[in-house]
């Protein structure tokens, strides 16, 4: 096969690059490892779900095997999601653009790197990113950076916990606002509003953007953009100029073929991008393709997190949102990042154990199961914390060369810590909830143990000198000249905001860049529409 831009992955950049190509007229193919999910399926998915299944599990369940090391494990387990989508299929939907601070750490607070771009660089694309999902929230954020352009939708109005949240925050000085978030407050762009089914990781009527409705579907409708699912990419080859000028894949039944295409973007992800870019090692890039820096795999980061939950005396009414309507940035932008380690307080619409829980729980039958079940359900609130994390060489992933998947290529290892500088704030992060679930009055405060939001970060870092970095600002391998990274992996630091929303930025930012290159007499128009 041949094409113009050969895509790898088609989740969140992947699929908003081929949308953005196709309305130019640029043939493009994606190569998607996983299967189509037909969203007239999801009831049955949200039924595993609630069974406490992995609705989303890849088909060749060996195709997602990796290993862990370092002091403490981080594993891939649930969160990531193979397939048309990729992981827009099980995201939360909230769709935080980074604080203007967050691109300029070592300017500002000599700890990090800076990014070679400035938010105000990206910030018309975070407004086109914004449209195209649609967004929904309003600008009720004390610490954000200037925007351009309106939210699209109207935000979900605050939740009666919310409320509970606010009075208590008011006297420690801590100020809630909106949570904006990729899913329909109002019906747009053909898609349903928003039921609160409380499932969002299977939303099973299409209202919470995914890049399988949002995205995808619109650029197969050009006629110029093709998807082939269960489609893995082995291995990437260079011709004598030292450009790609195929990627190889194979299908379930092992068969190996050929996509030949002038341009090729990996969009898989942080992990399996780095994972592919080491398994094209060469004569010429012995340690990996584009890894001249030797930088492929490095700076891996995610988000540390922990929840604080509480009991109150009287019911508060959780799960009647299935997602969370409030949070609080303060601690994320207004400090002094070099001592004080960002964090992000999400204050939750979903706390304590649910009804079943209760139930298996308590041993009971007849009238007192039920008398335990209204006594016990409904008094619980909870705040979950993100935590910055900073860039290390340290966190890594590699090629494990003894475990193998489906098509016997090395496995992704994954060596993870977590240093003082997270764990402090973490540890500050714990005392602040525990005093705002202290006004509310709550007893038996309680928090979890250290997990990672699904959030993979790092790995093909962006920056402007070939010998620190591994793309240029506009995600071009610096080794390679018709080779793109998008997605996660380009991120210089982590910020304490989910990712999602500024991959898709990027991914738009890209689209014009690529497009601009293949189609310079064009290379002035938008690369994306408004959706709807």
């Known amino acids: 096969m041949e094409a113009e831009v050969a895509i790898v992955g088609a989740g969140a950049a992947g699929g908003i690059l081929a949308l953005a190509l196709a309305r130019r007229g640029i043939r493009v193919v994606v190569l998607e490892s996983g299967p ?270 922990i929840e604080v939950s509480g009991r109150a005396r009287e019911k508060v009414y959780p799960y009647r949102i299935g997602f969370s309507t409030a949070m609080s940035r303060q601690f994320a932008i207004e400090r002094d990042r070099a001592t004080r380690g960002a964090f992000l307080l999400e204050f939750l619409n979903s706390a304590g154990p649910t009804p079943d829980r209760i139930a298996v729980a308590s041993g009971q039958w007849g009238e007192p199961l039920r008398t335990r079940v209204r006594e016990e359900f409904g008094h619980w609130l909870g705040i979950r914390v993100y935590a910055e994390q900073l860039p290390d060489r340290v966190n890594a992933i590699s090629l494990n060369l003894n475990v193998r998947d489906h098509f016997g290529s090395p496995a992704p290892h994954i060596h993870y810590i977590v240093g003082k500088y997270e764990r402090r704030a973490l540890d500050e992060a714990k005392e602040v909830a525990g005093k705002i679930l202290a006004a509310i009055g709550l007893t038996d405060v309680r928090s979890t143990g250290l997990s990672f939001a699904a959030h993979q970060i790092g790995t093909h870092r962006m920056g402007a000198d070939p010998g620190t970095s591994v793309v240029d600002v506009d ?40 497009a601009a290159r293949l189609r310079p007499a064009s290379s002035g128009e938008s690369t994306a529409h408004p959706a709807g």
Request: charged share 20%; aromatic share 8%.
């Open 475 to 514: 995600l071009k391998a610096h080794d390679v000249p018709n080779l793109y990274l998008v997605g996660s992996g380009c991120f210089v630091t982590a910020s304490a905001s989910p990712p999602t929303l500024t991959i898709a930025a990027l991914a738009v930012r890209a689209a014009q860049h690529i």
């Open 36 to 305: 189509r999910h037909d969203l007239a399926q999801r009831p049955e998915y949200v039924r595993r779900y609630v069974r406490g299944e992995n609705p989303w599990a890849t088909p060749l369940a060996s195709l997602d095997r990796y290993t862990v090391g370092g002091p403490v494990p981080y594993h891939l387990g649930g969160k990531r999601a193979r397939g048309v989508g990729g992981s827009t299929l099980h995201w939360e939907g909230y769709a935080l653009r980074l604080h203007a601070n967050d691109f300029r750490l070592k300017s500002l607070y000599g700890i990090a790197d800076d990014w070679p771009i400035s938010y105000q660089d990206l910030e018309g694309y975070y407004a086109e990113a914004e449209r195209m999902l649609g967004v929904a929230g309003v600008a009720d954020e004390p610490w954000a950076a200037p925007r351009s352009a309106a939210f699209p939708l109207p935000p979900f109005p605050f939740s009666y916990s919310d409320g509970l949240f606010t009075r208590a925050c008011q006297p420690l000085g801590i100020a809630l606002h909106h949570l904006p978030q990729a899913r329909n407050s109002v019906a747009y762009a053909g898609r349903p509003q928003c039921r609160a089914c409380g499932t969002c990781q299977v939303c099973p009527t299409g209202a919470k953007a995914s890049v399988d409705l949002t995205h995808v579907p619109q650029a197969e409708a050009t006629g110029n953009a093709q998807v082939l699912t269960e489609a893995t990419v082995l291995r990437l080859e260079l011709d004598r100029s030292g450009r790609v000028s195929a990627a190889v894949y194979a299908r379930p039944d092992k068969l190996q073929q050929r996509l030949n295409a002038r341009v090729f973007v990996l969009a898989g992800g942080a992990v399996e991008n780095a994972r592919l870019l080491l398994l094209s090692a060469s004569r010429e890039f012995p340690g990996g393709l584009a890894n001249r820096s030797g930088l492929v795999g490095k700076f891996f980061m995610s988000h540390p997190s």
